[in-house]
């Protein structure tokens, strides 16, 4: 991860900011629109965050998963339905309900990490498509049993959605969360604080322990590292679903920690940005976040527009078509991608099965 | 002298050359479909339907009356196209998944084309005009819109899988800006994000009276035809196939691999506009929102269980276009939801793409070559 590379997100994410600050100024004063912008990008930035590293550990081992999507959907559905189940079933407290959920979300992703590195490593599907299988079955079975579970006649729920319960609590981070308007940022909900800890924790894993450098030998050069006597399989299957389970915690954030409710196609393209910030991060865990808080300030931006809708001067105005800045991320991902700002370097195996 | 065999060879070779893939890879996409039947049943008892009711309802729906046979070819048409075009971008080495875009896209053009044209001229176009004009530019709107990530491709290695993705949100934004602003239905009485109705002039009649099946119908048919004649037979389909198979080979043999690259997007989405202007002039006379959600992802399903091939992909789109159909009338009759359908087909799609699965399952010894898809990120 170069500087350059830095040096772009740390300018794309101050002119977003400067946007907010400038229009909101008259009203509320700059340092509280940083830190509520600042707080808000890091809690959306969650998901995208998760992601990535999911695309992270996959394609390290040389697995692409373009289904990082699809992971996180469906760990959106069965968490939340898990969640759901436990408080109005079984009636437990909504606490463990809410644990209970991700626990289902994370083992949700982790299975559909199992079936795609069974898919691209013993079956050799080409792993784009077999990414491509399990976006598209995501959508089939979250959009069918939402219907059938919940709406039809004679379902489970009798027709109506039951109340969800809650969403994850925020958590203060003693002393931190005490400072005066700044402290807004360590207040936060546990899934963003746990993406924070497993971007550290990743990096520590890829290149300061064994597993990590084995991992990466399977990704650059499999027949080298199975020369060598590592099993070029097993550190496959074991990187994909180990990346499987953190998009299935990032599906946990939309629908146990953002809000307590299901939509069907919910997660809206948030795993292919994850992608692209993984790609924009040159597959590594510190640039995949920092790529990460990009896509997150400009959903804050979106989401911070809302609140200053009358204060907008008429030079703004063309920013209240919240379509206009609902396509930055998407611009700002196909413009990473043409390696302007830095090539793309992808692991020299990656995408590629390997036969013993 | 010449045995009066070898004479009449060519023609006879061209045919067979036509038929054969398709019938050599006829054999794992059916037991696909059989397969992905099966569980899908399993996953309807599962959540409490009755499987048999629910595929006998789907096949009375598909296929039990003249009306079902029309429905299903007008649901085949936008599926023809849209497989065609992911199918002829596969054949190119590239992976087009937005199908879904580049269709929303060209029926937003063709839209604008069917009911602006008329006011900006000042003149009643005749129908030989106004129709062509409406689906030749919302064909080209298709084709610009894929062009954009061919390009993206082709100059900068931006990989194509996220670029059209990413152009599909672009696409998504920007017609449901412009279908809530500036082509906003004007008719007081209309409450939701639509276009106004396209001229009469701009319509593609149905093909029987009372009957909706439309002559897009035909045309899909037509295009699959001529896609198979382009690829097959003229040298710009000799080079997208060279691009696609090999396209190391292909720079050091002289063709323009940068230059393919964009060309087969650009046709791939002119495809995939044709899906979306034909359901605009043909079907529904005006662009509405979401009308077209799944399409894209639909058309992957399809040009894969189509082995690729403008043949496969017909049949395939007309299998698809016959569930989606019966779907409805499934869910009259047994209750489960019509997205049911959506599983079966991702169903579907999984072991035709993980064929080592189906051979595994009954024991098939692989026969045929295998066409290489896609690459990862380098390529």
Wanted: aromatic share 10%; glycine share 12%.
């Amino acid at each position: 991860m170069d500087w350059r590379r830095f040096g772009f997100i740390a300018f794309i994410i101050t002119i977003l900011f400067s946007v907010v600050v400038l229009i909101g100024k008259a009203e509320i004063s700059p340092v509280v629109i940083v830190t509520s912008m600042l707080a808000t990008t890091i809690a959306v930035a969650t998901p995208l965050t998760l992601g990535a590293l999911c695309g992270v550990y996959c394609e390290r081992a040389g697995v692409v998963n373009i289904g990082i999507e699809g992971m996180m959907l469906a760990a959106a559905f069965f968490g939340w339905l898990t969640a759901i189940y436990m408080n109005t079933v079984f009636g437990l407290a909504p606490m463990p309900s809410l644990l209970g959920g991700v626990a289902a979300a994370i083992l949700t992703g982790g299975l559909l990490g199992l079936f795609h590195a069974v898919l691209s490593v013993t079956f050799k599907v080409d792993q784009i498509i077999g990414g491509t299988v399990i976006n598209i079955l995501a959508v089939g079975i979250t959009g069918f049993l939402n219907r059938q579970l919940f709406f039809e006649k004679g379902s489970i729920f009798g027709g109506n959605v039951p109340h969800a319960p809650g969403v994850l609590p925020r958590i203060q981070i003693p002393l931190l969360a005490d400072i005066p308007v700044v402290g807004r940022i360590f207040d936060q909900q546990p899934i963003t604080f746990a993406a924070i800890l497993l971007v550290i924790i990743t990096h520590f894993v890829l290149f300061y322990t064994r597993w990590g450098l084995r991992t990466r030998s399977v990704g650059e050069h499999p027949r080298a590292a199975d020369t060598v006597g590592i099993d070029v399989y097993f550190m496959r299957y074991a990187n994909v679903i180990i990346g499987g389970m953190l998009a299935g915690l990032g599906g946990a954030y939309f629908t146990l920690e953002s809000v307590p409710s299901f939509e069907p196609l919910m997660t809206n393209g948030r795993g292919f940005i994850a992608l692209a910030a993984m790609i924009f991060g040159n597959w590594t865990p510190f640039g995949a976040w920092a790529a990460a808080l990009v896509f997150g300030a400009a959903q804050a931006l979106q989401i911070n527009l809302q609140f200053f809708r009358e204060s907008i001067p008429p030079q703004w105005a063309f920013l209240q078509i919240s379509y206009v800045v609902g396509l930055a991320p998407y611009l700002l991902t196909m413009i990473i991608l043409t390696g302007i700002i830095g090539k793309n370097i992808p692991p020299a195996a990656d995408g590629q099965p390997y036969e013993k | 002298m010449q045995s009066s065999e070898e004479r009449t060879s060519p023609q006879t070779k061209s045919i067979m050359r036509f038929l054969r893939p398709t019938l050599n890879a006829l054999g794992v996409p059916l037991l696909a479909v059989l397969t992905a039947m099966i569980v899908g049943g399993l996953i309807i008892a599962f959540a409490g339907g009755d499987p048999f009711m629910a595929y006998i309802g789907l096949f009375q729906g598909a296929l039990g009356s003249p009306r079902a046979l029309s429905e299903t070819a007008v649901w085949a048409s936008p599926y023809i196209f849209a497989g065609l075009a992911v199918a002829l971008a596969f054949r190119g080495g590239l992976f087009n998944i937005g199908a879904e875009g580049q269709l929303a896209f060209g029926a937003v053009m063709a839209a604008l084309i069917g009911y602006a044209l008329p006011g900006w001229l000042h003149i009643d176009l005749p129908a030989f005009i106004h129709i062509p004009l409406a689906v030749g530019f919302g064909a080209l709107a298709g084709a610009l819109w894929a062009a954009i990530p061919g390009a993206l491709k082709a100059y900068t290695g931006g990989h194509e899988v996220i670029n059209t993705i990413m152009m599909n949100y672009i696409a998504l934004n920007l017609t449901s800006f412009l279908l809530n602003g500036p082509m906003r239905d004007p008719n007081p009485l209309n409450v939701i994000a639509r276009t106004p109705g396209i001229a009469e002039s701009a319509r593609i009649p149905p093909i029987f009276s009372g009957f909706r099946v439309h002559w897009g119908f035909i045309l899909a048919l037509l295009v699959a035809l001529a896609v198979w004649w382009l690829l097959w037979k003229t040298t710009l389909g000799f080079e997208i196939r060279t691009v696609g198979a090999n396209p190391d080979a292909a720079k050091y043999a002289g063709i323009d691999t940068k230059r393919t690259i964009v060309l087969t997007m650009a046709l791939s989405g002119l495809l995939a506009g044709l899906a979306g202007t034909i359901e605009v002039t043909a079907l529904n006379y005006r662009h509405e929102l979401g009308f077209s959600i799944g399409y894209g992802f639909d058309a992957i399903a399809i040009a894969l269980l189509g082995k690729t091939h403008p043949l496969g992909v017909v049949l395939a789109a007309l299998l698809f276009a016959a569930m989606r159909n019966g779907g409805t009338r499934m869910q009259f009759l047994t209750q489960i939801p019509v997205d049911i359908i959506s599983v079966i087909q991702a169903l579907i799609l999984l072991f035709v793409a993980a064929d080592a699965i189906i051979r595994y399952i009954y024991r098939i010894r692989a026969r045929e070559e295998r066409v290489v898809l896609t690459r990862g990120w380098g390529g």
